[in-house]
């Protein structure tokens, strides 16, 4: 008799760890599961021991002074978490987080800006924004030896200028302040009305230190991870009419091992694409194209690096490699001895119930109250696999609670398909997910995908909607 093959039955799950943190370069022991937890015990990273204070440059109309001068001073000061919250501990402020004192830049770093669009002067809308933010930033710029980062409030009054076609008011606040060197905090109306303050103070908090200079932490060493891994994330941007794409702009995100040294690089591909229809599908880049960027990224991690280059390189992105980008990858890294590339997409059609053991006696078995646990991992095949990046995360709640981000829905997993390298598909799927949990501009436990993607998918939007972006390396901060 011929064996049946179970096709409706899934192989085995893997229940991964919660990644840790550090909170210090010196001491091993100085590590948490929860981001703000690890803070509220250890403090940042680094130090930042040269400075007292981060000086905080305002500009904005003067009717929402008030409001988000007071959306300041909550920052700096200690606030209550809510008596349900099972992730939040209670605010220490500013100071007790950082050893920082968070303080208003001198008077000829706040600016005041038009109330109402049609005060800035004619024309339409989204031009009068530019000009707006264009102008406070390079006069800011002349006096940037008072401020640390600037705050730069878009009111509501401005809405109909915040978007057009290939505009967009963030991405040109990003944009400007990055080529000027400039680290940028934009605030709008929802946040000045934002009722949970001490969730948006811890959310300005780590931002502002991070763009003053700061770290707030790392990974701590993952089990397996070789000493000296290099992590990139590459998105693309498409120049030109959408409709006639001949060419792609490549978004490089440079990481070390611990999530640290995050540059960006932006690429113009010099090769045409030969399918443009398949190329607003799925952008990709020549075997030169490739070869370049990545020589440009490798380049990043040795100047960080004494020279040396990685032992192992994971690059990660959202589409599927192309044969003539995996031959870019392997001439690019031909001295690296691991390489892994590994697609990582939304894989929605799938969802995850966890099963609670049956009770003695029980018949049946009964679906828990939350959701699968984060961190739940599936092989599909030797080189595929499901990831729950959402879901209960345990390990990270306060005083052994569970803890779901948002509350809401079944949660989905992400799909990992490898297309170079060799080894455990738990080692890659572990990195995603602690990589899932370094988004320093928010106070989540976790983005739903790691920061190799979010980040180069950041830049990539940003050029997308500003092309005159210099193509030179940028710290993360300064898009932030």
């Given at each position: ?21 550090a ?136 809405e ?53 200079g ?14 000296h ?29 611990d ?18 229809a ?37 690059i ?24 892994e ?88 799927a ?25 980040y ?24 932030m």
């Open positions: 008799m011929n064996p049946v093959e179970l096709t409706d039955r899934l192989a085995p799950y893997t229940a991964l760890d919660e990644p840790l943190l909170f210090s370069g010196s001491d091993a022991s100085q590590v948490d599961t929860n981001p703000l937890r690890g803070l509220t015990r250890f403090g940042g990273y680094s130090t930042m021991s040269h400075a007292k204070r981060v000086r905080i440059a305002i500009a904005g109309p003067e009717s929402g002074l008030i409001d988000l001068r007071r959306l300041l001073r909550n920052v700096a000061e200690p606030q209550k978490a809510g008596a349900k919250d099972s992730y939040t501990p209670d605010y220490p402020g500013f100071k007790g987080l950082f050893d920082l004192s968070l303080v208003p830049a001198t008077a000829c770093a706040q600016l005041s800006l038009p109330e109402r669009i049609e005060d800035i002067g004619d024309g339409p809308a989204s031009h009068l924004v530019r000009a707006a933010v264009s102008d406070a930033l390079r006069k800011l710029d002349l006096v940037r030896s008072e401020f640390d980062v600037a705050v730069i409030h878009l009111p509501r009054a401005w109909a200028g915040f978007k057009s076609d290939g505009f967009n008011a963030h991405d040109e606040i990003k944009a400007i302040g990055a080529e000027l060197g400039l680290p940028t905090q934009v605030i709008n109306d929802k946040a000045l009305s934002f009722d949970h303050t001490e969730s948006i103070s811890w959310r300005l908090a780590i931002a502002l230190y991070t763009k003053a700061g770290t707030p932490c790392r990974l701590a060493p993952i089990a397996g991870v070789p000493e891994t290099a992590y990139i994330g590459l998105a693309y941007a498409l120049r030109g009419d959408a409709s006639d794409t001949r060419f792609v702009t490549c978004c490089s995100q440079m990481f070390d091992s999530g640290g040294g995050m540059q960006f690089v932006a690429y113009d591909a010099q090769d045409p694409v030969e399918d443009t398949q190329a607003r599908r799925n952008p990709y880049l020549s075997r030169d194209d490739m070869r370049a960027v990545l020589a440009r990224s490798l380049r990043l991690y040795q100047s960080r690096n004494g020279g040396n280059i990685p032992r192992r390189v994971v990660h992105k959202t589409t599927s490699f192309k044969e003539q980008e995996l031959a870019g990858v392997s001439d690019a890294l031909s001295a690296v001895d691991e390489i590339c590994v697609d990582i997409t939304p894989a929605r059609s799938w969802r995850g119930v966890r099963i609670l053991p049956k009770p003695a006696g029980d018949t049946r078995a009964k679906p828990d109250g939350y959701p699968v646990h984060r961190g739940t991992m599936i092989p599909m095949s030797g080189t595929t696999a499901l990831l729950w990046i959402a879901g209960n995360a345990r390990a990270a709640a306060l005083r052994g609670q569970n803890h779901y981000q948002g509350g809401k829905s079944i949660p989905s997993p992400v799909k990992l398909t490898r297309h170079m390298g060799q080894g455990p598909l738990e080692l890659i572990s990195e995603v997910l602690a990589l899932s949990k370094m988004d320093w501009n928010n106070d989540a436990l976790y983005g739903h995908n790691p920061v190799t993607i979010k180069s998918q950041r830049l990539a939007g940003i050029i997308a909607n500003v092309p005159s972006l210099p193509r030179r390396e940028f710290p993360y901060r300064l898009f």
